[in-house]
C-alpha cells in the first residue's frame, strides 16, 4: 500500500541552524501539508501546498519556514534558523484531491532544537 | 485557539465493552470530521470520516456520531480489543479552506 515517507526519524540541531525536513507524499497524490506536534500537545497545522505554491498558513508558519516541492517526488519544510521552541515532531501529510479527503500522514520527523 | 477540543485526555476500557471517545467543536463552519489513531513514534493513522450532511457513519467496530446542533462528535468501538489502545484524534475542516484543525487527543487503554 502506497504511504508517506519521511527522513530523517530523528534530527538534533543548534538553536540558530538551518534544518530541512523531508517528505515523500504518496505518488498520485496533489496537496501537501505539514503539521507539528509539540510534546503533550495537540498536532497542529503548518502549511498546504499544490500546485508548486503555498495555498493556506496557519501563524505559526512565519517567515523563518519555507516548503518546496524541488522535484516531482520531494516535498520539504525548511526551518531558517531554528529555535528553542521549535523542538517538535513534524508530520507530513498529502491527499489526493482537495481537502474533503482523508490525509495520508507520513511517520514524523522528531526535532530537537538545543 | 481550540476550535476542536478533546475534554477527556485518557480513557480505560475493558476487552469487549465499548470504547466511546468525545469531541467538541467551536466552529460552525466546519462541515468534515475525521478520528485518527496514533501509536507511539509512528505518524497519525486515519480511521473512519463523517461530512456534516450526515450525522452517523459505521465501518466496522468504529461508528462516529455527529450532532451538529450540539458541536459534538463521538468515536464509538465496539467491542473494544487490546490492539485498539492508542492515542485518538479528532480533526475538522472548514469549508473554508484546507486547513485541518485537531484536538489534543485521548489516550485509549483497552484492558485485556
Known amino acids: 500500500e502506497p504511504e508517506v515517507t519521511q527522513t530523517p526519524s530523528h534530527q538534533v540541531t543548534q538553536m540558530g541552524q538551518e534544518v530541512i525536513l523531508r517528505c515523500v507524499p504518496i505518488?498520485?497524490?496533489?496537496?501537501f501539508y505539514w503539521y507539528r506536534q509539540i510534546l503533550g500537545q495537540k498536532v497542529e497545522f503548518l502549511v498546504s501546498?499544490?500546485?508548486?505554491?503555498?495555498?493556506?498558513k496557519s501563524e505559526i508558519f512565519d517567515d523563518q519556514f519555507s516548503v518546496e516541492r524541488p522535484d516531482g517526488s520531494n516535498f520539504t519544510l525548511k526551518i531558517r534558523s531554528t529555535k528553542l521552541e521549535d523542538s517538535a515532531m513534524y508530520f507530513c501529510a498529502s491527499t489526493r484531491l482537495q481537502a474533503g479527503e482523508t490525509q495520508y500522514f507520513g511517520p514524523g520527523t522528531r526535532l530537537l532544537v538545543l | 485557539d481550540q476550535q476542536v477540543k478533546q475534554n477527556s485526555p485518557s480513557l480505560s476500557v475493558q476487552e469487549g465493552r465499548i470504547s466511546i471517545l468525545n469531541c467538541d467543536y467551536t466552529?460552525?463552519?466546519?462541515?468534515?470530521f475525521l478520528w485518527y489513531k496514533k501509536y507511539p513514534a509512528e505518524g497519525p493513522t486515519f480511521l473512519i470520516s463523517i461530512s456534516s450532511i450526515k450525522d452517523k457513519n459505521e465501518d466496522g467496530r468504529f461508528t462516529v456520531f455527529l450532532n451538529k446542533s450540539a458541536k459534538h462528535l463521538s468515536l464509538h468501538i465496539v467491542p473494544s480489543q487490546p490492539g485498539d489502545s492508542a492515542v485518538y484524534f479528532c480533526a475538522a475542516r472548514s469549508n473554508t479552506g484546507n486547513q485541518f484543525y485537531f484536538g489534543t487527543g485521548t489516550s485509549l487503554t483497552v484492558i485485556p
Open positions: 501546498f499544490y500546485n508548486n505554491e503555498i495555498s493556506e
Open positions: 505518488s498520485n497524490h496533489l496537496y
Open positions: 466552529n460552525s463552519m466546519f462541515d468534515y
